[in-house]
């Protein structure tokens, strides 16, 4: 019986995972919230299921080293160059003014010492990829601009967990030896990251190569996963976090045109190590800690969200967004995300922080996850039903960057277009091919410049405020188009135009039924569907291909028009 204990242990634990996971799922939680809740539950604390910590502390390292070697296979230098600047500077800012706010709070308000105060501060830096993608997936937001704020910001936190993974050992070193021990790890780095390019380019290829020509899925994933687990040996011989080795490997092998092929493969085991990961973090967490320092928490809490959400709002503003967009990007990046968890581990494993600390930041991260939906939802609320009262009366927000065409009494009747992605951008591409005078009404600067390179007609502006709305002139306007995927920046626009002009002609563009069946009542004549036009789209091409008869095909089409938008 005692050999088994590690598989039962491993049973067990992927047993509890699946409930924990699937019970957050239904709840419309982030599955990681499951796991580390069910992990308290089988913990040594609580039921004490598991009693093998060792194998548990082993598939977890494995599912932190599988983590980071996917995010190597997944992020390259392009996809920083398409975040623009609110996602490098921006998130540079984020990650270094928070880092430091975290110091002065551990310093001054929790009097911890300089390495555990320094530690909180990487730690709180960091938000759930995991989480914020899941909370604007549910609310259709993936496209919208605080969406794409946050996922710009996301993939920098994402990549500095590296640098942070090495500056972890030296927190704990003595102030005398601290300048050479950082030289010497930068070199060690230097080396690593240099001998793996040169095996990427000539090594890798010709390795990946030859198991590929087997035409064996098992000899391919195997020879992925020593890479990975090689990689992450390397650097702990370098004296470096294995996290490093494995990102860098991920990153090299990115390059290659197998890349593809390997996130595949490792995908499916990087889930269910991960997963372990989670749970032996839950377990780690003792119930009784929760509440006999409930206080303490909440205090943690409180101080990390007023920083996060402090500080993100206001770097947003600061690149020139509007106030709402920055306040829901803020409350969408205030929570401590999953990586923050893998740098408390090892301050942990170092002894840098106490048991105390860790329990604290984990309780912390788990409460500030769970809150992350709520606080969005709040924000919104906030939004949809205070903010447009005092916006009827309140000053304009709206910068004209170019002199509306037709302001003059004898003008023709402009179209507006409210949002200016992909799809704003067409509709104007359109109109003016058309000879339609319009005008553009977008809050983010950078298609903003995308409008004025066009040389498009644009206000600078959030059209959810009924001032900018007036400088584009809707008073007057023939229709108003908006074009924002963001559905409650949808509503809330609809509702200030309707307002300002009761009688102008909406077209709104929605997502799910649901809004739709709200924009109708708002009074929507109109309504665009992307994802059932291209439905509609791909029906029309097949019933090409398939050659049926010309009025067979416009009766289908005519039953599925009406039926997507009856």
Known sequence: MQQLDPIVSIAILLAAALVGG????????????GYLVVGIAVGPHALGLVGDMEIVEAAATIGVTLLMFTLGLEISIVQLREVGRIGILGGLLQIIITIGFGIVAGIALFHWSLQQSVLFGLIISLSSTAVCLKV???????????GRIMIAILILQDISVIFMALIIPLVGQAAGNLALTLIVSVGKALL?????????????????????GFRSRELFLLTVLVLCLGAAVSTQIFGLSIVFGAFIVGMVLRETKFVHQALA????????????????????????????????????????????????????????????????????LSQIGEFGFILAKAGLGLDIISDRFYSLILASAVVTMMLTPLAISLVAQLHHRLLPAWRRKGPSMGKPEHKPAGASVDAPRRVVIAGYGEVGQSIALGLKEAHIPFIVIEDDPERVAVARSSGHPRIYGDATNINVLSKADLARASALVVAYPDPATVMTTVKMAHHLNPMVVILARASRKKEAE?????????????????GYKFVKRLLNIAGLEREERRRILAILRHDAYR
């Not at 699937?22 to 919230?33: M, N, S």
């Not at 604007?136 to 605080?146: F, I, K």
């Not at 989670?278 to 509440?291: E, H, I, N, Q, R």
């Open 518 to 534: 709200e924009l109708k009542r708002l009074g929507v004549k109109e309504l665009v569907i992307p994802e059932r036009e291209a």
């Open 265 to 332: 493969e490792i995908t499916p085991l990087r889930d269910i190590f991960i997963s372990l990961f989670f749970v032996s973090l839950g377990m780690l967490l003792d119930p009784a800690f929760l509440a006999d320092n409930w206080t303490a928490i909440l205090l943690v809490i409180a101080v990390i969200v007023a920083i996060k959400a402090l500080v993100i709002s206001g770097i947003v503003l600061f690149f020139g967004y509007s106030i709402r967009v920055a306040m829901l990007t803020g409350v969408g």
């Open 22 to 33: 699937t019970i957050a799922h239904r709840l419309k939680q982030p599955v990681i919230l």
């Open 192 to 212: 690593f990251i240099g001998i793996t390019i040169v095996t990427g380019r000539w090594v890798l290829p010709w390795l990946l190569g030859g198991v590929g």
């Open 136 to 146: 604007l997936m549910d609310r259709g937001e993936l496209a919208s601009v605080q």
